[in-house]
């Protein structure tokens, strides 16, 4: 049976090629009813990239991939890999205005999305061409062989910006093959293994412990999006070992009454990212399914940085570092402090990016000696694993999202009516952030209700569904502290 | 309003407030749709698993519709379909 090999391959393409070499009649991807091995996975990329290079698509070119979790997804993906371009994927949810200032920051030669979402913006000058999967399919030839080049560019990913804008970053062949083993060494993932990943492919966390984590090791993907049903019968028929997903996944399946034991019993291995994870959650899904969740800690910076794998899951740590990286926690000044000392996390790792492009690329403080500097604060305690205690960045997590305040802020800014508003994250019932909004209106006499419903109205116009605010509240004023910071904890 | 069927659109109204921090569920329009209130999948998801629990029964996802759960009164007349 398969397993990692020891030499690292140079690209992400030669990776992929790699396994299929290894294990082409094998099966390598499952969406609904759709299977693939990965001789047919290659020849789906392969196809691809024939299409981009017809359309004068060439090495180190960005390519959008606006698609959800499914097999166009994995093949595009691909495709552009063996094409030797950089994949730029985007969320489909967004609207055309949220498309155009993430291409804003990061050009690209062409855009594949589904039939519906090309619909969205084919009247908008985004891209030179916008093409649906299908018709980039059936293309019998990839185009000329591509020198593999590890300092090429694979992909250029998203992270909220402080700004209001997003902040682009690129992650070169060699980042994406670092983190690939970075992971797969650390959990021991082995051909054996089954993914599922019901968390989206163009973040992170499904990108790098789902899809990267599969082509280096040639352990199938299953995907799709997550509804109960059919991830609960997914992970039983297909007998899911590995299921990365977010503490909203993890809490619903726990809360679901049907879902048996079972159902999840081929689970190895639950990890949860994106936002902290609840005890309460931790606690009943490990009862009622008798696996852990382990908690681990990433960003779209580097992907994957550490993973807890101890056997007491219930301290709430995100655990120790990955093979191959290092994290020390550091004071406002820099210097390491002594274990259980707050600090802010910093990291060095073979997948970190060398920086943000577009108009965040003059940032540089972040990655200064090569330690990135996360903005999140956390310990490591005596025995060596890390618990995050807050964030330097204000950023909400809702339904396995970041949503950047700024973002939403600007957008309600814009608005007749408002003088001041301040976003911030609340907990719900669950303990879920949702989106609130706090608004100073620009005089006394207007109809709040109209305000509130013209607010909404403009954040769904130009915010995808997850960033509008479930709450508007209209004050009299924003509380401040004597020195003018917005006092935050107020608002909540 | 029928008073059992009232009793449970006042239920749902309150699950709204509670479960997703909907403003003001008591005068929430019946017919507007929940989409733009910013209740997304998620939500709506955090919503279904809240009538299982409150109502006892098991909402198969194929059921989770626009027409059965895209606005209030949809789910007030799924929810009284449902329920024992």
Redesign the interface.
Known sequence: MSTPVLVRPATVASMFLATVERDGDRLALVERERRLTWDELAAEATAVAGALHARGVTPGDGVAVVLGNDEAFVSSFLGVQLAGAMAVPLNPQFNVEELARHLAVAPVTGIVAAPATAARFTDRDLASWVATPSELSGTPSAGPPVEPDPAAPALLAFSSGSTGTPKGMIRSNANLTAEADHFTATVGITGDDVFLAVVALFHAHGLGNALLASLRSGAPLVTGPF????TLAAIRDERVTIFPAVP?IFR?LA????ATRHDLASLRLCISAGAPLDQETAVRFAERFGVPIRQLYGCSEAGSVTIDLAPDTRRGSVGRPMRGIDVTIVDDTGAPVAAGTTGEITFRSAALTAGYVGSDATDASPFADAWFRTGDLGHVDAAGDLFITGRTKLFIS???YKVDPFEVEAVLLDQPGVAEVVVVG?P???G?E???AVVVPDRADLDEDAL?TAL??A??ARLA??K?????ELRAEIPRSPLGKILRKYLV | MHGEHADMDARVRALLGRRLKVDAPERLDGAAPLRDLGVDSAGLMNLVVALEETYDIDIADRDITVENFGTLDAITGYVARRAP
Not at chain 1, 227 to 230: F, G, T, V
Not at chain 1, 255 to 258: A, H, K, P
């Open positions: 509804e109960r049903d059919a909203f619903t809360e679901t009454r049907r809702t339904s396995g609340t719900d019932e669950r879920e949702v989106v609130k509130r909404v109205d954040c769904r569904p997850f509008v605010p479930r709450i508007v």
